[in-house]
């Protein structure tokens, strides 16, 4: 994967504008205080449970809208059916289809575009959000307005899909307990990608347009460069509660062809970062291997236990026992050190 361009700014809003969205029904005032918008592609009825966690909000309706945008051009398709029988009647919805399929990537930027809210919410649509989320999260914002945020994480329960319908099972969390944590690219190195999926993810929509959106070239990718790319400039924090609900299965998490490039991916981003930080002294030098090798036990450990792939394949090289151990050893003291700023950040936020 090309790192470098990653990082790089790239308006990638500009590469889509001769695409037009059409919309098909609803109207949202300009002066709402938060957007949830769901992209969606070909979900037919699965897409319901998002929409409805969306619109049944315990929140003022007159402060929130929902947008629906289907990357499929094809009218009269299963969504927009789904869409135009049972929720035409809601006042606080938008759905729209674009002209063309902007791709995965160019469809999150799309719903960014169209939202105009000072917040935006990006929820994939086989997630959920618990009835309270926008209540707590935007009460966080409220209270600590004067901290520029930039993004808000509440955290998000990851249900694994073991078939229809979908199981509850959690696997390891990542997040400590009691955490309001700021996220920085150096955590990336050492506990990889524990930020997670964009879903849930409260955005000021104002930087994400500054920044370009995400860049579809470094695609599987784009989410975590972005995200890594607002912590060098922003504050993003991880808040503590959890506000919904992520589901691993019935999208292209589980791809083999995703999970190698995710590999690749962490690999030369890992190594990438050790160099920018100036890190790569001789104990550290192998570390970026032993990340790589981490997250691929990671994925046969908690998502995948069938998947195998030689390592070699991507220039990751192994490593021995010993280094294996102090790498891990490290990694640890690392997470202990982000749960104690955990428990800091808790008590400074809401103990103030």
Avoid at 76 to 91: A, I
Wanted: glycine share 6%; with cysteine; hydrophobic share 40%.
């Amino acid at each position: 994967m090309n790192v470098i361009k990653g990082f790089e700014y790239n308006d990638c809003f500009a590469q889509q504008h001769s695409v037009d969205s059409n919309l098909i029904f609803g109207h949202l005032e300009y002066d709402l205080e938060v957007t949830i918008v769901i992209p969606t592609f070909r979900r037919g009825n699965m897409i319901r449970e998002a929409i409805d966690s969306a619109l049944q909000q315990n929140y003022p309706t007159e402060k929130f809208g929902v947008i629906v945008v289907d990357n499929d051009p094809q009218r009269n398709c299963e969504t927009e059916k789904l869409m135009t029988t049972e929720y035409k009647q809601y006042s606080h919805i938008c759905y729209y289809k674009n002209r063309e399929n902007l791709g995965l990537y160019g469809n999150w930027n799309r719903c960014f575009e169209l939202a105009h809210s000072k917040w935006v919410v990006l929820l994939h649509d086989d997630d959920f959000l618990f009835d309270n989320f926008l209540l707590e999260a935007m009460a966080f914002l409220h209270q600590n307005n004067s901290c520029d945020i930039a993004v808000l994480k509440p955290e998000m329960e990851n249900w694994l899909d073991d078939g229809m319908p979908f199981k509850k099972r959690n696997y390891r969390s990542k997040l400590p307990i009691l955490s309001i944590i700021p996220l920085r690219p150096r955590d990336y190195i050492f506990l990889g990608n524990y930020f997670g999926s964009p879903t849930g993810c409260i955005f000021l929509r104002k930087v994400v347009l500054d920044q370009g959106g995400f860049n579809p070239s470094v695609y599987p990718s784009a989410d975590t460069m972005f995200m890594l790319r607002m912590a060098m400039q922003y504050k993003v924090l991880l808040y503590c509660k959890v506000l919904g609900a992520r589901r691993i299965g019935q999208n292209v998490s589980l791809n083999i062809d995703v999970i190698i490039k995710c590999i690749d991916s962490r690999y030369s981003v890992v190594a990438y970062l050790l160099k920018y930080f100036r890190l790569r002294f001789l104990f550290l030098r192998r570390y970026a291997d032993y990340a790589a090798l981490d997250y691929y036990n990671e994925i046969r450990r908690d998502l995948l236990p069938s998947f195998t792939y030689d390592l070699s394949k991507l220039n990751i090289t192994s490593l021995g026992l010993f280094s294996q151990m102090s790498f891990r050893m490290i990694s640890k003291l690392y997470r202990w050190g982000k749960k104690i700023e955990g428990i800091l950040g808790y008590i400074l936020y809401n103990f103030k």
